[in-house]
């Protein structure tokens, strides 16, 4: 599986999707600066955490601007892997490759902490490696994960299977709509997710839960 | 040209005496540029007037330190050619005054520090003191400190590990913020400022500069009144974003050879940064201001010198490597400037319009800058048994203490901070010490800030010890070896004699532990006027320690692991009470002694839990506030395993705070091997119970169920901060 981590401005959690990706494929990914206009020729984009741009607009708004980003929307048209991480859900919704919104954590504070998840969805290249409603711990970490779509939308995600990931009942950290904390695009070759898979991949650092995911992935792929 | 009047020397914090020596200095009256420029460089936040003589006596050398105090940040040899570099650093008077920008750009400052070395920072840490939690503006306060601090660091993408907070009424006008950041570094690639040789680019990197900040070093350096709010211009703005920029440009640039010299332009902007660059290079610098990136119109000499505009660095560079380095620096879409060059002159001349606004020795602004010894009352320790009602419920005080706001969890507090990002965080928030993974290796570096206040306020000699010691246990107790401390002494008025007393002592305190405990002083930061109306805060010398686990899967934690586990008690216990968190809380009383640091103690008991740690013990706490039951109430709770025990019930045995002493916890079959090796080393070592159950019970003290003891213990903070949510389960 070949694949390249975009980096924007004040993303931070680059070289952590870096590593559990060299981790996993045995190859380091491509780097690809956000000003650049060709995207190598991979399987799977990861657009990291961080806070591209400062996030000093809507956080994503600026990067989904960026001239990297329409090679990755032609990447994703095509049918190719994109996994958006924190920074790079939101930077997703506000590129339009997924629906709705991400805002304010409902408390108006960052949140940093394990949180508790249900894998709802295991039809994915992202998700086939783990079990139907298996649960498992990724850690959260952000101001702005309060995922917002209206209930047509909403419902549509569900109908179709496109909600990979919810917070466990009463473990929901930012207050999106119906607990969810991941979703699939209509082909279900991008993910967003507000959890970090990345930072759950050894079991020195709290869990090796993300470890499926990436398992997933080169299943999937290669 | 603005004529020097009196007031005007006053207004710019400098004595006549003071201004006398500045205009023998020069020969001549200075200028206005020249007079806010030794303004700044004479204040006591840059020159350490008040405490240079004093400093100058602790310990900084061991065979592991690479570089000891008077760079930008320290930096010890952690081996395999890593190095670590740190330093702690108060933005206290901004911080009251704004508490989110002052915070936050408190954060921004001490990772400047670190990465002008040439370090990527990993780990950062803050020690914060907030006023008496009744107090109409703590809470404000906390709120805005904690944000800003999150707010920074987060964006940044380190990760805020730890740290310590505390509440009294001392400093309920005067709080303080003190961050650390700890970063990583090849040690034969060390960044330092020493601008020399003459003729080489003076290179202006990062922000533009604004009017903001102006004169912060003097604010820093005089006492707060009822009207200090009204200084806020005086206070910087932070821009993380641009700060990530500039991090990973600096690096990006310390690749290549290019650079001389580089410091960053932290308290007194491009004025301490010039002559301070001059200075340690033995050479003199010529800027041109006309040349400085500006964010605002028609900025005089004058404010550019002073400004304190964030995310800006001043370097060196090798003649002919400009275009090079300005290409990295337009790539990160950030300014670049060459605003003047280095000189064989020793002198900082500074040039605006066409016209020389400033030309003086540079070290008319170092060497000569004033030194006092300035006068001190010794004021005897606070001494003395304090009498208790014994009859106390000890599981009903022990719930108290637990819910205290000096002693509850300060989960409230670090949920806001990124404590994982960088995927290295092997210990987080909560432990004795945190633990960082050096990047790509098995080892680890241990980081805890330590100092209990009340203790020194009650002894400044003995409190200041106690805070070398804390740091020392703390980091025993997670398995690393300790290696170098930074520190950040806060006091009040040094022109008082009692507190200059307090100083003098609470320094000597620390040469003494750290050189007890080869425990150098590598970096650290003075903040001095620490006072509302006339009143001083508690002494309050922050100990930040650092040391180094060599294999991150030999560490221990404070959780309790397994039921049935015996629960051994390491070091003498003789039941010190005073001065005790069990005093004030339980007895509200704030008297008597504080306890006696033993430093041979410390270290033989410490090496003797480093060892056991190295040879497989995985469950460990130091005991500190609170004392020994607070301790096994904290193991308690982060393992949900209870404890049953069987020793004394007295009251000062289970809460006084004797120093050096440790909990742990080991399967039955290595406690009698784990005794009969304390024994030989002199180490006092009992077995005081059995880990089991969902409570803590003690044998003629009751007992009390751990769902209890956590609700006391997580709920504090929450509630007090206005938040209606439950802490999570787990």
Redesign the interface.
Known sequence: MKSAVIVF??S??D??AA??LEHFTGEKPAMVWHADTELPSVDLVVLP???S????LRCGAMASQSHIMREVKAHAEKGGAVLGICNGFQVLTESHLLPGALMRNA?L??????VALDVTETQSGFTRKYESGQRVTF?V?H?DGNYFADDETLDRLEGEGRVAFRYAQ??NPNGSSRNIAGILNEKRNVLGLMP?P??VI?P???GTDGTALFQSLIEALE | MTAITPELVREHGLTDEEYARIKSLLGRQPTLVELGIFSVMWSEHCSYKSTRAYLRNLPTKAPWVLQGPGENAGVIDIGDGDAAIFKMESHNHPSFIEPYQGAATGVGGIMRDVFTMGARPIAMMNALRFGDPAHPKTRHLVSGVV?GI??YG????VPTVGGEVNFHRSYNGNILVNAMCVGLARADNIFLSAAKGAGNPVVYIGSKTGRDGIHGATMASAEFSEDSEEKRPTVQVG????E??LLEACLELMATDAIIAIQDMGAAGLTSSSAEMADKGDSGIELDLDRVPQREENMTAYEMMLSESQERMLAVLKPGREAEAEKIFKK??LDFAVIGKTTDTHRLVVKHKGETVADMPVKALSDAAPLYKRPFTKTAPASGEPKIDSGKPVMESLAKIMGAPDMCSRRWI?????????????Q?PGGDAAVV?VHGSNKGLAITTDVTPRYCAADPFEGAEQAVAEAYRNLSAVGARPLAVTDNLNFGNPQKQEIMWQIVAGIDGIGEACRALDFPVISGNCSLYNETNGEGILPTPAIGGVGLLKD??RMATIAFKREGDCIILIGETRGALGQSIYLREIEGKEEGACPPVDLAAERRNGEFVRELIGAGLTTVHDISDGGLLVAIAEMAMAGNIGAVLDTASDIKFLFGEDQARYVLAVPEKEARTLLALAQSAGVPAALIGRTGGDKIALKGAGEISLAELKKAHEGWFPAYMG?T?LP???
């Open positions: 401005p004040a931070n959690c070289r952590d590593v559990a955490g961080g806070f741009y400062g996030d000093y408390n504070k960052f949140v940093c902490r394990p850690p970490a101001g009463g473990d970090h990345e930072r050894d020195l650092l709290g | 944000s999150g707010g987060n964006c940044m993408g821009d993380p974003f641009t990530k920029l990160w879409e670090w949920e806001q901070y990124d404590y994982s990002v960088m995927a290295d965080t092997v987080c993974r991150v899967h938040s949510e999570p389960v787990n």
